[in-house]
C-alpha cells in the first residue's frame, strides 16, 4: 500500500491540476474520472476470460486498479456538486487518487506491460490512451520506419532458476539498446517441448528497459530447460518493434 503526505505534495497537485492532458494517464479531474472509471470496466469485461487475464496482468495488478476506482467514485460525486459538496478538501483527495495511480503505473510499468503485451490489440491501446501518432492528432514528426536491427543475446545461468542475460546489436562490441528502440522485449517459455515460433500462445513476455539483466524463473523450475526469443521494443511506438529473433534455448 503506498501512502502520500498532503502537505509535501501540494507542488505535484498543483502540477497535475493546471497541466494540459497530453500523457497517458490524464492529469485533470473531469478527464481522468472518464478515464478511470471505462479502464477499469475494460479489464473486468470479456469472456470467457476478462481483458485483464487476456493481457496477462496479475491479479493484483487488476485489483489494485479498480480499488482506485472504486474510492474516486463517490468522491468525484461529492466534487460534482458545485453548489454544496464541492471542497478543497475533496478536491485534494482527487488529486491524490491521480497521483497515486500515476505513480503506480510508473512502479509497475502497467500501460508498458499492456502496450508489449502480445495478445495487445487496438482497442486495447485506444482504451488505455496508450499509442501516440495514430490516435493522437500530431504534433510532431516521428520515425515511421521499424527498428531493422535483430537480438543478439548471451545467456548465462546463475543457479536457484535465474539466467543472466546480456542483448547486442548484431554488429555490436557490447551490451545495449540500439537506436529506434527503449527496452527489449522476449518471450519464453519453460519445459522440454519448444514452441512452434513467436506465435505460440503458451508463450509469457517480459521486458527490460536494460540490455543486461536476470531473468528469474522461479527456483522451482531449476534444472529444467528454458526456450526464449528477444526483439527490439518502442513502448512508445509499439508498432516500431523490430523482429523476434531465432529461439534461444538453455
Not at 98 to 114: E, G, P
Request: aromatic share 10%.
Amino acid at each position: 500500500m503506498i501512502f502520500f503526505n498532503l502537505q509535501n505534495n501540494k507542488t505535484n497537485i498543483w502540477k497535475y491540476n493546471s497541466m494540459p492532458d497530453r500523457s497517458r494517464i490524464p492529469r485533470m479531474i473531469s478527464t481522468f474520472n472518464v478515464y478511470i472509471i471505462s479502464t477499469s470496466r475494460y479489464l473486468i469485461a470479456g469472456t470467457p476470460i476478462t481483458n485483464g487475464e487476456r493481457l496477462e496482468l496479475s491479479p493484483e495488478d487488476i485489483s489494485t486498479w479498480i480499488a482506485f476506482a472504486e474510492e474516486w467514485k463517490p468522491l468525484y460525486k461529492l466534487y460534482s456538486d458545485k453548489s454544496y459538496s464541492r471542497t478543497t478538501a475533496i478536491k485534494d483527495q482527487l488529486l491524490l487518487i491521480i497521483s497515486r495511480t500515476v505513480t503506480f503505473d510508473a512502479k509497475y510499468h502497467l500501460l508498458d506491460r499492456i502496450s508489449t503485451s502480445p495478445q495487445v490489440t487496438v482497442t486495447d491501446i485506444a482504451v488505455f490512451n496508450i499509442k501516440r501518432g495514430l490516435l493522437q492528432k500530431k504534433t510532431h514528426t516521428i520515425s515511421i520506419t521499424p527498428v531493422k536491427d535483430t537480438v543478439r543475446a548471451i545467456l548465462k545461468p546463475i543457479g536457484g532458476g535465474q539466467a543472466y542475460i546480456k542483448c547486442l546489436g548484431s554488429t555490436a562490441q557490447r551490451p545495449g539498446i540500439v537506436a529506434g528502440a527503449d527496452c527489449v522485449q522476449y518471450l519464453y517459455c519453460i519445459g522440454d517441448t519448444p514452441p512452434l515460433s513467436a506465435n505460440d500462445p503458451g508463450l509469457k513476455t517480459g521486458l527490460s528497459s536494460r540490455a543486461s539483466f536476470t531473468l528469474d524463473i522461479g527456483a522451482a523450475f531449476q534444472g529444467k530447460k528454458l526456450f526464449i526469443y528477444f526483439r527490439w521494443f518502442n513502448t512508445r511506438h509499439p508498432e516500431l518493434a523490430g523482429s523476434w529473433s531465432g529461439m534461444m534455448e538453455m
